[in-house]
């Protein structure tokens, strides 16, 4: 495999771990988003039920994904700048 190859591979590599970390960020909605947009300041806390518990912690383990993802491709660029040097 040659540099090119590699790079290109840890870019895409990026491309997919930033989209996850854009889609998958692990958020607790406290505020009432439609009710912030006219103007009211309203907090709501309510108690997470369990299917909203697993859904937080799946989105947190696919942002962490992504993050390792990110790691994985910078490594993969990193490692094409010196792949014609260690004849890969």
């Known amino acids: 495999m040659n540099s090119a190859c590699i790079n ?9 771990g ?3 970390l854009l889609y998958f960020v ?3 909605n406290l505020v009432d988003k439609a009710a912030l947009a006219k103007g009211h300041k309203t907090l709501v806390l309510e108690d997470l ?9 799946r989105r947190v383990f696919l942002y962490r ?4 993802l990110l790691v994985f491709g910078f490594i993969l660029q990193l490692v094409s700048n010196y ?3 260690w004849h890969l």
């Open 8 to 16: 290109s591979l840890g870019l895409i590599v990026n491309i997919v």
């Open 26 to 28: 692990p958020e607790i």
């Open 83 to 85: 792949a014609g040097h």
């Open 65 to 68: 994904v992504g993050v390792i």
């Open 18 to 20: 930033a989209l996850m």
């Open 49 to 57: 039920n369990q299917q909203q518990i697993d859904a937080y912690k």
